[in-house]
């Protein structure tokens, strides 16, 4: 298969899974830790009258759904690609990021330091070690 193509259908795949497993996990953590009374996460406006009334650990699990998300992308795109493999692994960080520099912008009272953590340590640090993981394996 041509490297360009092949690198190319790796970043796709990388995509497609790290967001199943990121919405996955976002699933699973409303079923753990269910949202405030009152809130419907389906709707922004609501998850944005009640994002004081989150605790740590239900504002944790969209973190771990977030870097999870993207570690798992990671290491597929690094282990398909035919090149260039940290390349590849970063984009998969940088298009999550994009999606995560979205929903600060659509959550703007969200905890600073959630904020924080989550644009800084879910995407780009978790694409370089899904890289990582992936060289090590091969």
């Known amino acids: 298969m041509n490297p360009i193509l092949r690198n190319i259908l790796a970043v796709i795949v990388g995509i497609v899974v790290g967001g199943i497993v990121n919405m996955g996990l976002i699933i699973l953590g409303g079923k753990f830790l269910p949202p405030p009374a009152g809130v419907d996460v389906n709707d922004i406006a609501s998850i944005n009258a009640h994002i004081r009334e989150y605790s740590v650990f239900q504002l944790l699990a969209p973190f771990i759904a977030h870097a999870a998300g993207v570690l798992v992308g990671a ?10 493999h940290l390349a590849m692994a970063m984009i998969i960080g940088a298009v999550f990021l994009l999606g995560g520099i979205m929903a600060v912008r659509m959550i703007p009272d969200a905890p600073m330091w959630f904020n924080a953590l989550d644009l800084v340590v879910a995407y780009l640090p978790m694409a370089w070690l899904g890289h990582r993981l992936a060289m090590m394996r091969s």
């Open 75 to 84: 290491f597929l795109t690094a282990k398909l690609a035919a090149s260039r």
